[in-house]
């Protein structure tokens, strides 16, 4: 069973050394972000699950130890990074679990054994929430790190410029992670999120299925879209 959840925004520029200048920016995010993992720790899990959206060719399970490298966004090696300890696995972490594995080592997790689990982006809502369903069923007491990002249209100079859409998107979805309202994170309409360039929606998705029956409350910890992009921080338990 689901006994809580962190989610967290999955941009590479939470790395200070990758956002440079801009690095303070970021820094009520990263701060937000260790808050929500104290949450995790303090639920006592017997499994912590990082999930991040992906292409469709890295869906699916990565172990304890997976590496993941940060070199393509023009940091070195000194910023690679490990999901916990173990035998470095046959692929590299995609960037959003990469992302939840610097959290996680930044944090110092220690709290319990560790697994990724990439979700296709594409992938359709009710394969979303049967995916949930089944990590929430893989322990006693699971966790969730859920890393994924809102719109990426919020402003003219975003990746995906603006779009009118994208405000109202992001407030729904800020609200039902705030709220942990499961049917509303359901509802989430994957066509327009991938219109908007929302790579949360099918991670956000995951959590709602494996939260079912679960009772958890959320509390929204961090709203802000810097850089166009919607990047919200929330905690379940």
Request: proline share 7%; hydrophobic share 50%; with cysteine.
């Amino acid at each position: 069973m689901l006994v809580a959840a962190a989610v967290c925004p999955a941009p590479p520029m939470l790395l200070p050394e990758l956002a440079a200048g801009a690095a303070a920016e970021l820094g009520p995010a990263r701060t937000a972000c260790s808050d929500a993992l104290s949450v995790l720790a303090a639920s006592r899990p017997d499994l912590l699950v990082v999930v991040g959206a992906c292409d469709p060719d890295h869906h699916g399970a990565y172990p304890q130890g997976a590496r993941g490298t940060f070199r393509g966004f023009g940091a070195g090696a000194g910023a690679d990074v490990r999901l916990g300890e173990g035998e470095e696995g046959p692929r590299l972490l995609p960037a959003p679990l990469a992302v939840g594995a610097w959290l996680l080592g930044r944090a110092g997790w220690g709290a319990a054994p560790l697994e990724g689990f990439g979700v296709a982006g594409p992938l359709d809502t009710e394969r979303c929430l049967e995916a949930g369903r089944q990590l929430a069923a893989r322990e006693d007491r699971v966790a969730l790190l859920v890393m994924g990002d809102g719109s990426a249209c919020r402003s003219l100079k975003a990746p995906g410029y603006l779009d009118e859409r994208a405000a109202a998107f992001d407030a729904e979805a800020a609200r039902a992670l705030g709220a942990a309202d499961l049917p509303a994170l359901a509802a989430l309409d994957a066509e327009l999120a991938a219109e908007l360039q929302a790579a949360g929606r099918a991670p956000w998705q995951v959590l709602a299925g494996a939260a079912e029956g679960a009772g958890l409350d959320g509390r929204l910890l961090y709203e802000d879209a810097p850089y166009g992009v919607g990047y919200f921080v929330a905690a379940w338990s």
